[in-house]
């Protein structure tokens, strides 16, 4: 069972463009939504994360949009770089308290960024 | 170290074989992850520790793996009589306490021929 969701596979932008990667999550005891970049050869490294009681949140080029009605959240990278080329994993966990040890990810995107 | 340091990088073993995994995490961090991670996939849960404790193991996929935490820093992943099934990528993570962000370390590619 597939808990979270993430498309496309696969994404080119140009440089100077918008990327956006979306996930459908099914467990409504989810409560906490990361971000990871990962770079070939590296593990993943924590991007931006969102909890279900703000609809948005923007940190620099990276913006996390909430649907937690539709039980979607999506990944938006403004002003795409080159150096943004990697592949994203969308990810949630549950619990209160801070108890969001167990991460489930998504299958991942990789994106491409032309220059 | 600045970060968390898996070794080794890269692993080699014949089907059947027993390996082990080495993780250091970050000094002071008190919770520490195992992930694998498949070609193609994200990464997947396999065992969380609080401590020297083993605090949810519910991602191990059977009795031939195992990990321990001895002192509570570093960390050994055991996989017994190897299948070829089990080559992916092993990360580990730590992180300062339970449900604050955890950091990743490069993992370890295991490679079962």
């Not at chain 1, 969701?5 to 459908?24: D, E, F, M, T």
């Not at chain 1, 990361?34 to 948005?56: C, H, M, N």
């Not at chain 2, 193609?40 to 195992?66: H, K, M, V, W």
């Amino acid at each position: 069972q597939q808990q979270v969701k993430q498309s496309p596979q696969s994404l080119i932008v140009q440089k100077g463009g918008i990327s956006i990667i979306n996930c459908a999550y099914e467990n409504t005891a989810f409560d906490y939504f990361p971000w990871y970049q990962q770079f070939p050869g590296k593990g993943p490294a924590l991007l931006i994360a969102i909890r279900p009681d703000v609809s948005e949140k923007k940190e620099g080029r990276f913006t996390i949009s909430f649907n937690k009605s539709a039980k979607q959240f999506s990944l938006h990278i403004m002003d795409s770089q080159p150096g943004d080329s990697a592949t994203y994993f969308c990810a949630a966990s549950k619990g209160s308290g801070g108890s969001n040890y167990k991460l489930t990810f998504g299958k991942g995107t990789l994106l491409t960024v032309n220059p | 170290g600045a970060g968390v340091s898996q070794t080794p990088s890269n692993k080699v073993t014949e089907k059947g074989k027993y390996v082990e995994l080495r993780c250091d995490p970050i000094s002071g961090h008190t919770a520490l992850y195992w992930y694998r991670q498949s070609l193609g996939q994200g990464p997947e849960f396999l065992i969380y520790f609080q401590g020297t404790g083993a605090a949810d193991d519910s991602g191990l996929p059977n009795d031939r793996f195992f990990a321990v935490r001895p002192e509570g820093s570093v960390s050994t992943l055991k996989i017994q009589r190897t299948e070829r099934g089990d080559s992916a990528v092993y990360l580990c993570a730590s992180s300062v306490r339970q449900g604050i962000e955890a950091f990743f370390g490069q993992g370890t590619r295991l490679t079962v021929v």
